[in-house]
């Protein structure tokens, strides 16, 4: 879509001077607005309403509980297109284990239950997060089981790959079954590409998809794709230690993020997940 002037002009800034496409991910598009009081970034989302972005707007108010965050600017609906302003954040270098103590921050937020006030639905892969007393039932049944469902009326599943999970699914039962865990407060999508630092090095989240949970699963999507050094672990350690067993808990939560994988790409991450699996 291309969006008017005249669509600019209802955001509520300052005078709008330019504007330049950025990288905003496969979901927005995302543009950099330059305004006689400096610059911010947009994200629009056609042909949705404004609700689209609330989810995302709880999750940065939650998150800057504990960490920076981008600041939001203002949200709404301009003819019939969401949109969502930030702050725009100059970005710089800064420290691994500053960022790791960071996340270990946010872990120490917590709620007496497991899940959160807003669904996700607004991504390809929709997630629930009705409130649960139980980390093993949400995890389950709001998050591995829906993706094994989605593969299965995709193609992307067979006979094997369902006795492996069947293995899987009781060893996740069996290991929470007597294990402490707490509601914490998780970034839900922490990718290297979902943090940076500002020109002053201050560690900062964005683009969240948070819920209450296992902090282990956050932990497990920082192993998956690189971006995370030793550094970011001893500074997490530091903050808030891990329980014994951790790494061998890990597959059961790098199993979701695979999943997820597999289902937005195909058989491109089968053999990633099928390992997976036979660890379980």
């Known amino acids: ?5 005249a669509w600019y002009n209802q955001l509520p800034l300052p005078q709008i001077t330019a504007v330049q496409p950025v990288s905003g991910g496969d979901i927005n598009q995302a543009f950099r607005l330059e305004t006689v009081e400096g610059p911010y970034f947009l994200l629009v989302q056609p042909g949705k309403p404004a609700s689209f972005y609330t989810h995302e707007v709880a999750g940065l108010q939650a ?15 301009i003819d019939q297109d969401a949109y969502l302003v930030l702050e725009f954040l100059e970005t710089g270098h800064g420290s691994q284990y500053e960022l790791g103590q960071a996340v270990a921050r946010v872990h120490r937020v917590t709620a007496p239950r497991f899940g959160f006030d807003q669904d996700n639905l607004v991504a390809k892969l929709p997630k629930h997060n009705t409130w649960q007393d139980d980390w093993s039932t949400f995890y389950l049944k709001q998050r591995l089981d829906p993706l094994v469902a989605r593969a299965q009326t995709h193609h992307l599943w067979n006979d094997s790959r369902q006795a492996a999970y069947d293995r899987v699914h009781q060893a996740i039962l069996t290991e929470n079954q007597h294990r402490p865990i707490q509601p914490s407060l998780l970034h839900g999508d922490l990718w290297a590409g979902n943090y940076l630092f500002t020109a002053e090095g201050v560690p900062t989240l964005i683009d969240p998809d948070v819920l209450y949970g296992d902090r282990e699963f956050d932990l497990a999507m920082t192993t998956i794709f690189g971006g995370f050094t030793a550094d970011f672990y001893r500074g997490y350690q530091d903050v808030y230690p891990l329980a014994d067993g951790y790494t061998t808990r890990l597959p059961h939560y790098q199993l979701y993020y695979l999943l997820a994988h597999l289902n937005l790409f195909g058989e491109t991450y089968g053999e990633a997940v099928d390992q997976t699996l036979a660890r379980g």
């Open 1 to 5: 879509m291309q969006l008017t002037s």
């Open 63 to 77: 998150l800057g509980q504990a960490v920076n965050v981008p600041e939001v600017i203002a949200t709404g609906e």
